[in-house]
């Protein structure tokens, strides 16, 4: 079957430094990969979205300088948040696809907490 | 704004009774998914339904979509405790991107 690999699942880190995380796709060719943070008691913004021979695109209030999107294959994409303060918290989840308007298949997070 | 909004925002249920969460939504879209969230997890996808499909089933979960009203709902049958849970709707409009709305709080008690 399909599925998404995340991690690390939790990490900590110091304010202003910075953090990668890692998303592996397994049983099918992630063409898209969207990365999203979920902060406490909110919903899934979306930060950028990467697509196979496409610029990775990236939300407003999201840039490349601050959340850097590799998506080097069809399975693997990795993104670091740089930088990171307290505002950067949350669980950050990586949700992968072959095509469009396929199922989104989802990793379980990367929960970030920022001391 | 949000795109997709769930509608209420929280609810909670005894075991076996039905349930039904609603989505309303402000784009066009090619097709809207249903999710579920637990606690400590990612989101999993348990319906997906096109624009052009005005039903769809999986098991104890039915899915509805009005494009004309830009609603959907996603009702859960005989409820059980591990159904407990954030109920997320999400719009597809032509393409990769996926937006999600704010959740509703399922509790589902013995």
């Known amino acids: 079957g399909a599925l998404v690999y995340q991690y690390p699942r939790r990490t900590i880190c110091k304010s202003g430094t910075s953090m990668r995380m890692e998303c592996q796709a397994v049983?099918?060719?992630?063409?898209?990969v969207a990365w999203y943070r979920q902060s406490p008691q909110k919903t899934f913004e979306l930060i950028a979205l990467?697509?196979?021979?496409?610029?990775?695109?990236?939300e407003q209030n999201f840039t490349q300088e601050k959340f850097p999107i590799s998506h080097p294959n069809l399975s693997f994409s990795s993104m670091t948040v740089l930088n990171a303060y307290l505002e950067d918290r949350g669980l950050y989840l990586c949700?992968?696809?072959?095509?469009?308007?396929?199922?989104?298949?989802f990793g379980k997070g990367t929960r970030l907490t920022v001391v | 704004s949000q795109l997709a909004e769930e509608n209420p925002w929280a609810l909670s249920v005894h075991e076996g009774e039905s349930v039904t969460v609603n989505c309303s939504y402000k784009?066009?879209?090619?097709?809207l998914q249903w999710y579920r969230q637990k606690s400590g997890e990612g989101p999993a996808q348990l319906i997906l339904?096109?624009?052009?499909?005005r039903e769809k089933r999986n098991g104890r979960l039915r899915a509805t979509l009005d494009t004309s009203s830009q609603s959907s709902s996603l009702s859960i049958t005989a409820t059980r405790c591990e159904d407990t849970a954030v109920y997320f709707c999400?719009?597809?409009?032509?393409?990769?991107?996926?937006?999600f709305g704010s959740g509703t709080r399922l509790l589902v008690s013995p």
């Open positions: 339904i096109r624009s052009n499909e």
């Open positions: 949700g992968a696809r072959w095509g469009p308007n396929t199922e989104v298949f």
């Open positions: 999400a719009t597809v409009n032509g393409g990769y991107k996926v937006v």
């Open positions: 784009t066009s879209i090619t097709a």
């Open positions: 049983g099918f060719q992630a063409t898209s």
């Open positions: 990467s697509t196979v021979n496409s610029a990775i695109k990236y």
